[in-house]
């Protein structure tokens, strides 16, 4: 139902927020060597920046992942970073559900010579997909936090999937 789409898509940002509330500027920006020399804000502005394109492309029914502002800034300030995140979530409220029935197109580089740049999807399969996404990332800033000394919830960066069958086998 697409109503769990943003409904989850809005939980993830507000995780996000909660997370970034309580990390200073110098933890948040610092770089770690066994992550590839990235950091936790590297990450955040990643998974934002796909919000970005999402949110942009649904006026013009197509989006486009790889133009994507890649603002510096939301990687080392958590301030900024969290003005982002709150005009996110703001920006998928404003979304309507009745808007999620229509088809749109999709560019993202896959690292391979594309033969049609752009494909056929849908809102919700976006919306599917930015969750996918985000909480994948989302596993890493746990890892890179846990790696500095940080305390994690439990849930953060770990797959619905995944909650639902550990819950299931508990």
């Not at 510096?72 to 999620?100: P, Y």
Request: charged share 20%; net charge negative.
């Amino acid at each position: 139902m697409p109503n769990t789409f943003l409904k989850a898509n809005l939980s993830y940002l507000a995780q996000a927020t909660s997370l970034i509330e309580g990390l200073n500027d110098v933890c948040y920006a610092k770089k770690i060597e066994d992550f590839h020399g990235a950091c936790v804000g590297a990450h955040i502005r990643h998974c934002l920046d796909h919000y970005d394109s999402f949110l942009k492309g649904l006026s013009t029914g197509q989006i486009d992942y790889d133009a994507r502002p890649r603002n510096a800034a939301t990687e080392i300030n958590t301030q900024t970073a969290l003005e982002r995140l709150h005009a996110l979530q703001a920006g998928l409220k404003e979304v309507h559900l009745d808007s999620l029935k229509g088809e749109l197109l999709v560019k993202m580089d896959c690292g391979v010579e594309a033969t049609e740049p752009w494909v056929p999807s849908s809102i919700s399969r976006e919306l599917q997909f930015l969750v996918s996404h985000t909480v994948h990332h989302f596993a890493i800033v746990a890892a890179m936090l846990k790696s500095m000394g940080h305390t994690m919830p439990s849930d953060f960066g770990v797959a619905p999937s995944t909650i639902a069958h550990q819950a299931a086998a508990s």
